[in-house]
């Protein structure tokens, strides 16, 4: 009779695994793996995943180092939990190499829990492990977790490696960013790693993003080589911060020094190119980047519409945003936020709409950002207060913003309707902040609303003590009412306070150069030479019936300082050295870091005129395409609301004068049945409150304004 013999009776479990796995790892079993690996390679992951059942005991290190990569390849989760389990099944004690592969796999597929849980149960870790559970913390967000896994690994005793600096630095953001990362900047120098090339880029790309752009300035110049990742850094950083100049000065370095750029370089530098409004600097980065033969990826698309646009290139920009094979919802916004700056607000609603029917991409809260501020700039506030109606019933899935209420704040006080505004502010369910009594009090300045205004200055000045534009404008509107004590009283406070007054200041580019001019100037080599055309320009102008708008000169003295004052304005100054030095008939762009004031408009207006010259000029808020005498803007943030009541309209005044020169006038009543004509006799009848009530300038005004191209 024959016996079963068991011949590892009286073995331990764990010892019988432990030889069959021996067994299982002799020649015969050689050829097994093989088909695995063979299954991996071509994608078959479920059949390998069937063939390490079937294998059981015979699996071994290099079979489950090819189905863990496979897994990681295609981020399936559950299949990197089948391998695991069988780990565990069969009592497999993987080496740190194979846990951290886990560890690795349940990051990239978002199981952030299990890949700490992997981390925890591990007999022994290396620096690849620490690391790689840093950089899963790193990317989620969780800057603070992901240092304190630095500081154990270091109370642990394990060394740190490029890669651990590295992940590290990406986590030092926010408000103690800086603090952070000088720390970890410490221990890079304590562990030799600060020439490291990899170590350097992210050593300056935190102290950019962190604001410290000199002691990134200083980490890139000691590098002991710099690549185009490097360059691409500091350009960015300096070019985030609006250190548009210095940007510009590295990318011409990189180019002297025969460096070859990227995509995201060239990203960078149109960002800076977009804040300086520097229109040929960005046509011939445009150009360069075609040459250089790179692929158009979608960020540099959008950098190239935001460029055209602040540039004031619309057509350009439109041209770049059609052609697009994809475009996300940043490539949608950039082209609103473009029309919205230039006051198209009828562009801004049609694209919306483009965009909406489309249907690829949803709108975002800057998407409605841009539809409400172009509605404000373009005034169509009844367009404005339509979209925030839906926004408010949920049709498009965005919940309103303290900056969209801001917005509707704003289109209310562009449109004259202080007091709704006010009321409007009032039923906010939000604080309204600093931002909405902003737009509320410029309201108020241009609509001489005292007041309100004065409410929402005392407002502005308990929220944001330390903002001098709060007291210029407040001062100014005690002063638009000859309200003398008040002004001094806001001016002391200022001293007080130790608050100054931002300094106005205009750019214009000449032959590449950037040429910068401030308020009362008198540094730039050729001032002698912008003043003697100043003074060439206004005799010119006066013969035009331009007068200077000494009301805008909110200061106690007299008519000749005023008129001083005025003539003393950055962008004037600018426009004066853009008419001596660039080309007969090319356009003049200005760039101006305020708010361009009332007279300096006027003043580019007759200009563009008489000068037959095409003028574009950028302020902190919009955009101003001045073609003779007309400006893009409408002139609609200068002047009180357009009248709702038609009898009453200034147009009625002049139509018998308006029907010499228009054939498309039959009576004084037919504007009230052609919207066109109606609106183009509203821009031609802004002369009359803009300008000098002087009839001959407004024949000339007329005479132009019909002939130009625009309408």
Known sequence: MLRRINLFAGFPRHEFYSLSRQFASSSLTQQLPTNLQNLCSNGHINHALTEMAKLGLQMNFQDYDTLLNECVKQKYVRGGQRVHAHMIKTQYKPPVYLVTRLLVLYDKCDCLWDAQQVFDEMPERNVVSW?????????????????????KMLRSGTEPNEYTFATALTCCTGV?????????HNHIIKNNFESHLYVGCSLLDMYAKAGGIHEARFVFENL??????????????????????EALELFHRLLREGMSSNYVTYASVLTAVSGLAAYEMGKQIHSHALRSGLPFYVVLQNSLIDMYTKCGQLSYARRVFDRMSERTVISWN?????YSKHGMGREVADLFELMRKESKVKPDKVTFL???SGCSHGEMENKGLE??????????GVVPDIEHYGCVVDLLGRAGQVEKAFEFIKKMPLEPNAAIWGSLLGACLVHSHVEIGEIAGHKLLQIEPENPGNYVILSNLFASRGRWDDVRSIRSLMEEKAVAKDPGKSWIEIDQTLHTFHAGDQLHPKMDEVYDKMKELLVKLKEYGYSPDLSRVLYDVDDEQKEKILLGHSEKLALAFGLIYSPDRKPIRIMKNLRVCVDCHSFAKVVSQVCEREVFMRDKNRFHHIVNGVCSCGDYWLIPHRPHNTKDHPTMLCCSFLKSFSGELKDAKSYDRTVAVEDMIWDLTL??????????????YVESSRHSSSP
């Open 370 to 372: 841009a539809i409400l």
């Open 687 to 700: 002369g009359l409150w803009l300008l000098p009530k002087d009839f001959q300038f407004f024949r000339c």
């Open 334 to 338: 950039a082209m609103l936020v473009g």
């Open 176 to 184: 103690c960013g800086l603090y952070h990362g000088r720390q970890v």
């Open 224 to 245: 002991p080589e710099r690549d185009v990742v490097s360059w691409t850094a500091i350009i960015s950083g300096y070019a985030q911060l609006g250190l548009d100049e």
């Open 387 to 396: 979209v925030f109606d839906e926004m408010i019933s949920g049709k498009d």
């Open 131 to 151: 690391t790689a559970l840093m950089s899963a913390y790193s990317k989620r967000g969780c800057a603070s977790e992901a240092l304190d896994l630095l500081v």
